[in-house]
Every structure is written in structure tokens, then in C-alpha cells.
């Protein structure tokens, strides 16, 4: 007994379990069931989306990596990293688009990168068991998109697309790079110096110089080498990957010789401008290189006076849309979207300072059920969505 001849409070609560092995018993059971719950909890919390998107890819022995039409620095190396990831769990990946890769930084990245990037035409040429998006959140471009069903997205761009297992769609981020960069970051993988590569240990967990530097330009791609778009996580990830970077490679890829036709489409751009106030709208006609027209909004939104731009041109029968802003009146990914959203079999989109699209010829005339509308009432539709009228 203790002083005062009571046991303490404590095991008067406990007497009657302790009397009862069976009470007992269950409830310690229930302790150990509260303990593994906590546990489990406590897991989940600590997973990260790299994880989680890794845990997906494992599941198969083959995935198709698919980047948008004609895939720009920031697709083609989150589409790399997606690559990583899959190798890292066993995983084979085969990295696929539609469209073209023309415009010459972007031929640049997949030459010096040495990268290994299949072209398809329809919805049967993908390859994987399961398809995984990159900088796009809704399969386009290709015969059959409609029907593909993605396990996993990846993207900053705006949209409803997701995937059937893992969506991570952050439009407020400049750059799917940066997305994949935290990632690594997060699952504790290092990028290693280009000259220490040789003296890693098979097992280490490393991220490939190419695989660093091609994050790094994807960024600098996105956000027009961290001026334009940024987020916190730009700088986080430019910060991360830094160590990793091939200074020589990424020279390379930031500075390609320039195709005499991207000159001669921009000289054009200039030429058939049409000003209104601060908005300028310019149809350069029939062109090769579809990938010239944005290079050729880039040069007319640096137009003293000029702060919202639209360059369209046309090649085999669909015409391409580039807009670009540096005005807070005009968005220009929603403007695009809805100077099309009428006429069937075109899309467009984009972010506040860039946007895109594409629209059928046949269908902008009238083809289906539309009315139709001519190429210059078209393009003063451009001009009336820019200051807002529609």
C-alpha cells in the first residue's frame, strides 16, 4: 500500500483491465491498431509527389513519355526526367511527339543532349503500356488522341486534362522543369559535376549532368532565362541543379546558329504588322517552320509602343497561332481561347504573357457547322479580343 493506504489514481483506472485478460488484451490490440494507423498516417504526409510518381511508373515494364506537338526545351527535358525516374524503378521509358522539332534551340537541345526522341502520327505508333504527359494535360496533335488515357500528367500549363493514377498540374509555375527539379530534390537525388561522373559508385543515386542541364534550359526556355513567368520555384530549382550543369553543353544549346527562313519569317512579321494603339496583329501567310512564328511574336512584342502581339501562319492547311503580352489588360492564353472557342476543331491557350493555338483552314471558312468567317475578319476578331470588346 502507499501512504495514505490508496493506490494511486493511475492503476485505479487500470485495476478492472488488469483483472480481465480478455479487456486486457484488447486493449493493447487496439493500441498496436492506433499505433500502425498513426504510422501509416504519418507515411502518407511524408510522401512527395516524385514518389508518387515513381511508385506509378513501377507498375510497368513499359511507359510512352508523350510531350505536346513540337516540343520545346521544357518538354523535352521534363520528358528526360520522366526517363530518370523510370530507369530508377526498372522501368523503360520510349520518349514520343507529334509534330516537328524545327525551331533551331530546340534542335540544339536534342542533338547536344543526345537525346533519343521517337516521332509519331497516330495514337498507334505510342509504344508503352501507359502513357505519362508532360508540359501538356490533354493528349492533341496526333490521330487518336482523343482516345488516349493517361496514367500520369505533369504540367504548368492551364487545363482540366489529369491522369487516371497521378496528376500534378501547378499553373502557377513558370517551367515543368521546375516541377521535376523539386522532384529530385525531394527524393534526396544529387546532381553531380560533369567531371565527377567518372568516379561514382554504380547505386548512387545521381542526376546525369545531361539529364541537370537540360532541367536548366527548359527554365530559361520558359521564363526567358528567369525574367518573365517565375515562380519561387524556378530559382529553387535553378539553385538545385546548378551543380550538375554542363557549362559547355548548355552554351551550346542557348546559342545555335539561326536558319536563314526563322530571319526571313520574322522580317515578314515586321513588314505585315498591323498597329492599333498598343496592339499589333501581323499574318505572315504560308510558312515550313511553323516554330518561327513565336520566335517572330518574341521580336514584335519588343516594338516601342507595342504591349500585346498575335502572329498567325499557315502550314498545310491549319493555322498557327503565337500571341505574346506585356500589358495586365490582355491574358493572352485566355484571350486566344476565346477568339476560337467557336470554330470546331481549333484550341488555344496559355499563360497571362504567352499563348498559342491552332485552327483547321476548311473549319475557320465554314466547313462543319459554323458559319465561317474570312482570314481578315479573323484577324480583326484578334484585335477587338485584345482590347476586350469580345
Known sequence: MYAGGRVPLQLDVLRPLLDDPVRLGAAVAAVVVLM????????????????????VLSRYDRVSVLMH???????????????????????????????????????????????????????????????????????????????????AVVDHHPGNGAGTDFTDVRSDTGACASIF??????????PVDPDEMGTLENGDRVLEPRVAT???????????????????????????LYPGVDQDRLDRIANPQVDAEVLE??????????VRKAFAVSDVGPVSNVDAIPQAADEL????????????GD???????????????????KMLRTVVEDIPMSGAGGHS???????????????????GMHREEFKERLFEAMKGDI
Not at 536548366?216 to 525574367?227: E, F, H, P
Open 315 to 333: 502550314r498545310d492547311g491549319t493555322i498557327h497561332l503565337s500571341g505574346r503580352s506585356r500589358d495586365d489588360r490582355v491574358h493572352m492564353g
Open 69 to 151: 506537338p513540337n516540343p520545346d526545351p521544357d518538354a523535352m527535358s521534363a520528358a528526360l526526367a520522366v526517363d530518370t525516374l523510370a530507369g530508377s524503378v526498372d522501368t523503360e521509358a520510349t520518349l514520343q511527339y507529334p509534330g516537328q522539332i524545327r525551331h533551331q534551340e530546340n534542335r540544339a537541345f536534342e542533338t547536344v543532349l543526345d537525346t533519343d526522341f521517337d516521332r509519331i502520327e497516330t495514337s498507334a505508333d505510342i509504344e508503352g503500356e501507359a502513357v505519362v504527359l508532360v508540359d501538356h494535360n490533354e493528349p492533341r496533335g496526333f490521330s487518336g488522341a482523343e482516345n488516349v488515357d493517361p496514367v
Open 301 to 312: 512584342l519588343r516594338l516601342e509602343g507595342v504591349t500585346a502581339v498575335v502572329v498567325l
Open 181 to 190: 527539379a523539386e522532384y529530385f530534390r525531394e527524393l534526396d537525388w544529387e
Open 353 to 371: 504573357r504567352m499563348g498559342g493555338g491552332q485552327l483547321s483552314v476548311e473549319h475557320m471558312e465554314g466547313i462543319g457547322p459554323s458559319t
Open 36 to 55: 500502425i494507423v498513426a504510422s501509416l498516417v504519418v507515411r502518407r504526409l511524408r510522401r512527395t509527389k516524385g514518389s508518387g510518381l515513381a511508385r
Open 214 to 240: 537540360g532541367l536548366v534550359y527548359g527554365i530559361q526556355s520558359d521564363t526567358k532565362s528567369l525574367t518573365k513567368g517565375c515562380s519561387s520555384a524556378e530559382f529553387q530549382a535553378a539553385e538545385f
Open 265 to 274: 519569317l520574322k522580317a515578314r512579321a515586321i513588314s505585315e504588322r498591323d
